[in-house]
């Protein structure tokens, strides 16, 4: 039976796999992720993915049997998009606030994956106390971008906690990462490209090393809006930087490589 049959939608709830009814709170929706019939319960007045993260899902290269912890998870759409286009065992992903957790927890077993991901909820500042250090063979992480001097707030707190630094700052975000991969393991995040002079001066500070490097372009002829990075614990300096990747022909359309690649 194909992935998408076993999922029924009605107007207040969704049934999983195995039977279990899923209740939808008001205001939230199930989207279809368009992927082996993923969908992900989202909150349009809390906070709800967007292209970066789809874009990290590609970026982030896991192999065959490894663990991964996503650091802010929110929707918990990256562990959700990482089960289903790598072969990695397990995926974990934490997030301090308990409404946006429990919507994660919720997609997860809407969608049958009990057994491949966990949510738990708590501090990123407090992530070592919560796993073991050196445990995970990848980390992914989508910081905020903002700091808190930056820009105006949205007045929604779940909106403010994911765009500015609130509660978790770029430093304590690498911190994080640094303590929870293992050595020689890999950290991806995107981020804004204003900020690539702090971000590699971050890293290195916490002994990871920068190894890859994408910009990514929404036209061809427009600056850079966001930046992949993949570093690596422990990692000899040398670092590749790939071709940009292009989101928008210059009509408005998606490009080739976003078609192919991240399914738009």
């Known amino acids: 039976m194909n992935r998408k049959e076993t999922v029924t939608l009605t107007t207040n709830y969704l049934t999983s796999p195995s039977g279990e009814r899923i209740c939808l709170k008001p205001g ?3 989207d279809d992720l368009q992927l082996c019939g993923l969908y992900c319960i989202q909150d349009p007045d809390r906070f709800c993915f967007g292209m970066d ?16 912890l996503d650091l802010g998870t929110g929707t918990g759409i990256l562990p959700l998009l990482l089960s289903a286009k790598t072969k990695g065992r397990h995926f974990t992903g ?3 606030q308990e409404e946006s957790a429990e919507m994660a927890a919720r997609s997860v077993r809407l969608n049958g994956l009990e057994d491949r991901i966990d949510i738990v909820c708590g501090d990123i500042r407090e992530a070592d106390t919560l796993f073991e250090r050196s445990s995970f063979d990848v980390i992914t992480g989508n910081p905020p971008y903002m700091t808190d001097l930056h820009g105006l707030k949205n007045p929604a707190e779940a909106k403010a906690i994911a765009r500015h630094e ?8 690498v911190n994080a990462a640094a303590r929870l991969v293992r050595p020689g393991g890999r950290f991806y995040m995107v981020h804004r490209p204003f900020r690539i002079p702090e971000i590699f001066e971050t890293l290195k ?5 920068p190894k890859r490097m994408r910009l990514v372009h929404p036209y061809v002829d427009r600056e850079p809006s966001m930046v992949l990075i993949e570093s690596v614990r422990g990692g000899k300096p040398r670092m590749k930087v790939e071709a940009p990747l292009i989101i928008y022909n210059e009509e408005g359309s998606y490009s080739e490589e976003i078609r192919r690649d991240y399914g738009f």
């Open 53 to 68: 993260a789809v874009l990290l899902s590609g970026f982030t290269q896991i192999k065959e049997g490894e663990t991964c």
């Open 28 to 30: 939230e929706r199930a």
């Open 94 to 96: 934490l997030e301090i």
């Open 205 to 209: 500070a916490h002994k990871l090393e």
């Open 166 to 173: 609130v509660l978790c700052s770029l430093d304590e975000f």
